[in-house]
């Protein structure tokens, strides 16, 4: 199996019709939560970001929460965000988070883990893409492929997680696909999707590599265009855009989680009831709204689930970032 075929396995590659990614029967949709406080652990206009502020919109506009604020503290590649997050012990506070918690604790970015927090639910995915600026030249992913393969230490990557991290792995797996040499890849790092952009639009780096909910905004009102989205067939939200598979980068499919943690000891009893939360936000119209306006997928794995993933996707990573030489 090669190292693809694994990324496929640890990420949870599916398309947004698997049964995998449906949402749980919802309960009644009243108030279950009076207060909750959203630490982001990175930059505005970010994944983390938008996940964070969309999920709170969903649950304001259907009346599940009766009182949302939001607090941005980036640093440490997230560290430290899951510190405060420790130190505060608050109940009302809940960590957005995804993959890069698994990632950055394997490469000892920081001493934490998800084992140091309570891992309340995953709750969507996001499909990776790769853009550039409307006017560049590479109309189209193989163009790019080909004078990456030419270049490929020249050639700059830009993405919006650290060395090792999500996008990172993703543009690397990319050039596999299409290739080329995945250790190659010359890979510049941002804080944050938000600024990850910024950099593209300033021509700081040529592409991106990112999340399709942190792009969708800009490539709309043209300032960006996809190359490519990976997941296994064509998203309703955006049909035009073709597959990474199309595109020229057979079984690049990559889907990023994105879910909530509380602070150690939560009680067992405020555990169920944000949970029961997440799982009736879904069935709203608001939280619908929300989900196709980013092009998320439903990914609902609650409690002890969301634990089985996340120790199955660290244990498959740990593998794949040493093959890759992301490991120190």
């Given at each position: 199996?090669?190292?693809?075929?694994?990324?496929?396995?640890?990420?949870?590659?599916?398309?947004?019709?698997?049964?995998?990614?449906?949402?749980?029967?919802?309960?009644?949709?009243?108030?279950?939560?009076?207060?909750?406080?959203?630490?982001?652990?990175?930059?505005?206009?970010?994944?983390?970001?938008?996940?964070?502020?969309?999920?709170?919109?969903?649950?304001?506009?259907?009346?599940?929460?009766?009182?949302?604020?939001?607090?941005?503290?980036?640093?440490?590649?997230?560290?430290?965000?899951?510190?405060?997050?420790?130190?505060?012990?608050?109940?009302?506070?809940?960590?957005?988070?995804?993959?890069?918690?698994?990632?950055?604790?394997?490469q000892k970015v920081f001493p934490q883990s998800f084992r140091d927090?309570?891992?309340?639910?995953?709750?969507?995915?996001?499909?990776?893409?790769?853009?550039?600026?409307?006017?560049?030249?590479?109309?189209?992913?193989?163009?790019?492929?080909?004078?990456?393969?030419?270049?490929?230490?020249?050639?700059?990557?830009?993405?919006?997680?650290?060395?090792?991290?999500?996008?990172?792995?993703?543009?690397?797996?990319?050039?596999?696909a299409g290739g080329g040499d995945p250790q190659q890849v010359k890979?510049?790092?941002?804080?944050?999707?938000?600024?990850?952009?910024?950099?593209?639009?300033?021509?700081?780096?040529?592409?991106?590599?990112?999340?399709?909910?942190?792009?969708?905004?800009?490539?709309?009102?043209?300032?960006?265009?996809?190359?490519?989205?990976?997941?296994?067939?064509?998203?309703?939200?955006?049909?035009?855009?073709?597959?990474?598979?199309?595109?020229?980068?057979?079984?690049?499919?990559?889907?990023?989680?994105?879910?909530?943690?509380?602070?150690?000891?939560?009680?067992?009893?405020?555990?169920?009831?944000?949970?029961?939360?997440?799982?009736?936000?879904?069935?709203?119209?608001?939280?619908?709204?929300?989900?196709?306006?980013?092009?998320?997928?439903?990914?609902?794995?609650?409690?002890?689930?969301?634990?089985?993933?996340?120790?199955?996707?660290?244990?498959?990573?740990?593998?794949?970032?040493?093959?890759?030489?992301?490991?120190?």
């Open positions: 199996m090669n190292i693809l075929c694994r990324l496929l396995c640890v990420s949870l590659l599916v398309s947004s019709h698997a049964t995998l990614l449906a949402a749980p029967p919802a309960g009644p949709a009243t108030p279950t939560i009076e207060r909750l406080h959203l630490l982001i652990p990175g930059a505005a206009g970010g994944g983390w970001d938008r996940t964070a502020r969309g999920i709170g919109e969903a649950f304001s506009r259907s009346g599940l929460v009766d009182s949302i604020s939001y607090e941005n503290l980036s640093g440490g590649g997230g560290a430290k965000g899951i510190a405060h997050l420790i130190e505060t012990a608050d109940p009302d506070m809940l960590m957005v988070n995804s993959t890069p918690i698994v990632v950055r604790a394997l927090l309570t891992p309340v639910a995953s709750v969507i995915g996001d499909f990776s893409v790769l853009a550039v600026r409307t006017r560049s030249p590479y109309q189209n992913l193989r163009a790019f492929l080909q004078d990456q393969q030419r270049q490929p230490r020249k050639l700059a990557i830009g993405g919006g997680s650290v060395s090792g991290g999500t996008d990172h792995i993703f543009a690397a797996q990319l050039i596999q890979y510049i790092p941002y804080d944050a999707g938000g600024k990850a952009m910024a950099g593209l639009l300033s021509g700081e780096v040529k592409v991106l590599s990112s999340g399709y909910g942190e792009v969708v905004d800009l490539a709309q009102q043209g300032w960006v265009r996809i190359l490519c989205i990976a997941a296994a067939q064509r998203i309703s939200q955006a049909p035009q855009v073709p597959t990474c598979n199309e595109a020229g980068a057979p079984g690049a499919e990559f889907v990023n989680w994105r879910g909530f943690f509380a602070a150690p000891g939560t009680s067992d009893a405020r555990l169920r009831d944000l949970q029961h939360l997440f799982a009736t936000m879904y069935a709203t119209p608001a939280w619908q709204e929300v989900r196709e306006r980013y092009g998320w997928v439903d990914l609902y794995r609650p409690g002890a689930e969301f634990t089985q993933l996340l120790e199955t996707q660290e244990n498959m990573l740990a593998t794949l970032l040493a093959d890759l030489g992301l490991l120190q």
